[in-house]
């Protein structure tokens, strides 16, 4: 078996001096690319700042044989997301690898969310991917293979208690790696998302003891490596993963009931079987799949 390797590759991970961004910043680097190890090193909520969790990770890195520097900007900040690619350019010359990785929360169920508690974590989620991709897409696309992994999450694809805001940001993700994957495509970029379970300070409260041995973040890290691979298949999809299991998720449409003579709110009514039928589900490759569907059913 072949194994899968990154040299000459470099690779900005954000968010990674501890949980699944460390991991994988040691993966890649231990694979041969050249890691800079983004992490603003706040607390859960994203309050503080420190240089000292990106800094060890890169100490780590450098004890191992690899090759990696440290970056203490903020993603959710223009000049933050600048200075992170900037680090890249100046330590390696390029850019291949963007992993959009970096999170906070403030959970609060809807009712009483607070607009800061909202637009704190809007900006480091959703925010923070476009800009730190904004500063990367030039070198990304003159990379020739560059490759983009942004962390959504199960919250986001299903809607969680509490998490009206990281449930916004992460579903958000989840468009912004398709339309990248388009966008990207006819230029060597491709996009992927994954929807994370793992045990970290983000879940630490939340998954029982008995589990945390068996949602290792070591389960999470290969398949954000294939992802940012230039030999994978796929982009624009969303996989979950945790635990050891990996499976695609994707938005299908149902079969649908159409009408062509106009339609009244009693129509709907008396069709809502037809209207939320999930099989035969369909899964459109693209928009254009989706918009030729019902230029389909008006002829
Ligand atoms: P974590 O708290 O261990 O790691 C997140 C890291 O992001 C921290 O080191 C933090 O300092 C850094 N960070 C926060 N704000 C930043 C900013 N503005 N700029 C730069 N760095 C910043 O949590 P984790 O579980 O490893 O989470 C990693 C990602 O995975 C997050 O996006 C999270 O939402 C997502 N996720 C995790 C799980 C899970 O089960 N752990 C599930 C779904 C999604």
Redesign the pocket.
């Known amino acids: 078996m072949s194994e899968l390797r990154y040299d000459g590759k470099v690779a900005i991970i ?2 990674a ?5 460390r991991q994988h910043a040691l993966e890649l680097a231990a694979r041969g690319a050249k890691i800079v190890v ?5 607390d ?1 909520h ?1 309050d503080g700042s420190s240089t000292g ?1 990106a800094q060890d990770v890169v100490n780590e890195i450098v004890k191992n044989g690899g090759e990696a520097v440290a970056n203490g900007g ?3 900040t223009e000049e ?1 997301a600048a200075s992170i690619v900037q680090a890249a350019i100046d330590a390696f010359g390029r850019v291949d690898i963007l992993i959009n ?4 929360l403030r959970d609060k169920s809807f009712k009483n969310m607070t607009v800061a508690e909202w637009d704190a974590v809007i900006a ?2 959703l925010r ?1 991917a476009f800009l730190v991709t904004k500063a990367a897409w030039p070198h990304l696309v003159e990379s020739g293979a560059g490759r983009v992994v942004n ?1 959504s ?2 919250a986001g694809l299903f809607g969680n208690f509490g998490q009206a805001n990281y449930s916004t940001a992460k579903m958000g993700l989840v468009g912004f790696t398709k339309t990248l994957a388009a966008e990207g495509a006819k230029k060597g970029v491709k996009a992927n998302a994954i ?4 045990y ?4 630490a409260d939340l998954f029982p003891p008995e589990f945390a041995d068996k949602l290792g973040v070591d389960l999470v890290t290969p398949l954000v490596a294939y992802l940012a691979h230039e030999s994978v298949p796929e982009s624009g999809q969303t996989f979950t993963v945790g635990g050891g299991r990996i499976a695609k998720i994707f938005v299908g449409e149902g079969p649908g009931f159409t009408k062509k003579d106009g339609l009244s709110v009693e129509d709907i009514r008396d069709s809502w079987q037809e209207i939320a039928a999930q099989d035969p589900l369909v899964v459109h490759a693209d928009i254009n799949a989706q918009t030729m569907a019902t230029f389909q059913a008006l002829q």
């Open positions: 954000t968010g001096g501890q949980g699944l961004g983004n992490d603003l090193g706040g859960l994203g969790p903020n993603v959710a933050g990785n970096a999170g906070i480091v989620h923070g962390t999450s199960p929807a994370p379970v793992a970290t300070r983000m879940t």
